[in-house]
């Protein structure tokens, strides 16, 4: 693999998933240009690029170490958390993205309660006729993005609606993950969410928004126990 930018993204993944932790170094330029086969040229640049994001740090003896990213956050890091969750998803962000979700959502939903406007309850009943008829994964997890983006619109924050959007593929593929059990699914939580929308009570909307966000945190927990369980079955099996 020659593609400097590539790389790049697969070094930032491993800052971003953890694999690579703050405060430890990070494999030698040597080592990563003979695993990616570069020369090493290659690999000091990327590691510029990322001592300018703020990802990595030199320190003495010529040791890269990955820098604490989280508590200097910026922007710059903010776009390597963004596409890092397009491609690569663990247990830890998927529960930090949950956790996000449980507070501002629930804001935005009160918000959305006291400024929505008659197109902004169109397009959420639109949205939940949507859901109810899905015949696939793909339109079901469609629809179940699109109703969160349309209430955080509806909030009128402009920054809510933003971050939304910048998150809304990562989110979306997250559902295909969170709702395989989508024939089933019991759309009466997001019917209660709409309908406190639809009635302006913000203190409501919030409350409903709240809970159904943090069923989120109890699907991710019930999906990490199936896959333990399931390694540890494969490993059964193999003994």
């Known amino acids: 693999m020659g593609n400097k930018a590539e790389i790049q993204?697969?070094?930032?993944?491993?800052?971003?998933?953890g694999e690579y932790k703050i405060g430890r170094p990070i494999d030698t330029e040597r080592s990563l240009a003979s695993e990616f086969?570069?020369?090493?040229?290659?690999?000091?640049?990327?590691?510029?690029?990322l001592r300018g994001k703020g990802l990595v740090e030199s320190r003495a003896r010529s040791k890269t170490i990955v820098a604490d990213w989280i508590s200097n956050a910026n922007i710059d890091i903010f776009d390597s958390l963004l596409e890092t969750t397009k491609n690569y998803t663990t247990n830890?962000?998927?529960?930090?993205?949950?956790?996000?979700?449980?507070?501002?959502?629930?804001?935005?939903a009160a918000l959305a309660a006291q400024k929505r406007t008659d197109k902004d309850m169109q397009l959420l009943r639109d949205c939940l006729e949507a859901i109810e008829a899905a015949e696939d994964i793909e339109v079901f997890a469609k629809e179940i993005t699109n109703l969160h983006h349309y209430i955080f619109n509806a909030s009128g924050n402009k920054?809510?609606?933003v971050v939304f959007g910048a998150f809304r593929p990562v989110i979306e593929n997250w559902n295909h993950y969170l709702?395989?059990?989508?024939k089933s699914y019991d759309s009466?939580?997001?019917?209660?969410i709409v309908n406190c929308i639809e009635n302006r009570d913000a203190v409501a909307a919030e409350?409903?928004?709240?809970?159904?966000?943090?069923?989120?945190?109890?699907?991710?927990?019930?999906?990490?126990?199936?896959e333990i369980e399931k390694k540890n079955e494969d490993l059964r099996i193999l003994d």
């Open 9 to 17: 993204k697969i070094i930032e993944a491993r800052i971003i998933t």
């Open 37 to 49: 086969g570069v020369s090493k040229s290659v690999i000091h640049e990327v590691m510029i690029s």
């Open 92 to 108: 830890e962000l998927a529960r930090s993205f949950a956790e996000f979700r449980i507070f501002n959502e629930g804001k935005c």
């Open 159 to 161: 920054l809510y609606a």
């Open 179 to 182: 709702f395989s059990d989508w």
């Open 188 to 192: 009466s939580a997001i019917k209660a």
């Open 207 to 226: 409350c409903a928004m709240t809970v159904y966000t943090t069923e989120s945190l109890v699907r991710i927990s019930r999906l990490r126990h199936m």
